[in-house]
Nanobody, 115 residues
Framework: QVQLVESGGGLVQPGGSLTLSCTAS????????MGWYRQTPGNQREVVAL???????FIGDSVKERFTISEDNAKNTVYVQMRDLKSEDTSNYYC?????????WGRGTRVTVSS
């Protein structure tokens, strides 16, 4: 069972930046896919950013050009760097991993964008 632990959420002002971290309990090089989703109660889950085993990246349309995803294999950690944050980025952010057809989720970290 892969465990994912997020960190880095918090309160940030509009226009600010924040980096979220997701550390896996197993080697992230064994994962087929890793990344981030976000969801607020009553809304659909939305993909934020994904990174494939081959290094390919997908960034969600609503955050494109503001968010980037990166990884540190030595730390078994995936990051999402968020800049120019907007109030609509306020959400619960969840780390996601997929391996051999199995999906794994972190417990989430809250990001609030407010002045």
């Amino acid at each position: 069972q892969v465990q994912l632990v997020e960190s880095g959420g918090g309160l940030v002002q509009p226009g600010g930046s924040l980096t979220l971290s997701c550390t896996a309990s197993e080697l992230i090089t064994t994962m087929d896919l890793m990344g981030w989703y976000r969801q607020t109660p009553g809304n659909q889950r939305e993909v934020v950013a994904l990174i494939g085993k081959d290094g390919s990246r997908f960034i969600g349309d609503s955050v494109k050009e503001r968010f980037t995803i990166s990884e540190d294999n030595a730390k078994n950690t995936v990051y999402v760097q968020m800049r120019d944050l907007k109030s609509e980025d306020t959400s619960n952010y969840y780390c996601y991993a997929q391996r051999d057809g199995n999906d794994y989720w972190g417990r989430g970290t809250r990001v609030t964008v407010s002045s």
